[in-house]
């Protein structure tokens, strides 16, 4: 059973920086895609960033492309999002999440099984 865990979220004003990291345990990190997504408040669970588990490929939603980057640790197990010029509108609680291992890495909620708890991102104006 793989276990997730987020930190880093916090209040940042806008066009400030945070970096979210998400450490695993339990699994063979990786073997691994990970993703990062979002929930605003009285909002679906939105993607916002994937990487395969060689690192190769990248996917980022259009919102947060340009501002956003995905990275992975595998020697600290450990996914990570920097997120740079900030807005209000990121404001969400940021979930990270592992595909089955040697998943083709994906977009989509569904492809993925695990999950971790989620750490809050707050954007002020």
């Known amino acids: 059973q793989v276990q997730l865990v987020e930190s880093g979220g916090g209040l940042v004003q806008a066009g400030g920086s945070l970096r979210l990291s998400c450490a695993a345990s339990?699994?063979?990190?990786?073997?691994?895609?990970m993703g990062w997504f979002r929930r605003a408040p009285g909002k679906e669970r939105e993607f916002v960033a994937a990487?395969?588990?060689?690192?190769?490929?990248?996917r980022y939603a259009d919102s947060v492309k340009g501002r956003f980057t995905i990275a992975r640790d595998n020697a600290k197990n450990t996914v990570y999002l920097q997120m740079n010029s900030l807005k209000p509108e990121d404001t969400a609680v940021y979930h990270c999440?592992?595909?089955?291992?040697?998943?083709?890495?994906?977009?989509?909620?569904?492809?993925?099984?695990?999950w971790g708890q989620g750490t809050q991102v707050t954007g002020s104006s």
């Open positions: 990487i395969s588990w060689r690192s190769g490929t990248l």
């Open positions: 339990g699994g063979t990190f990786s073997s691994y895609s």
């Open positions: 999440a592992a595909q089955r291992p040697y998943s083709i890495i994906s977009v989509i909620t569904s492809a993925y099984d695990y």
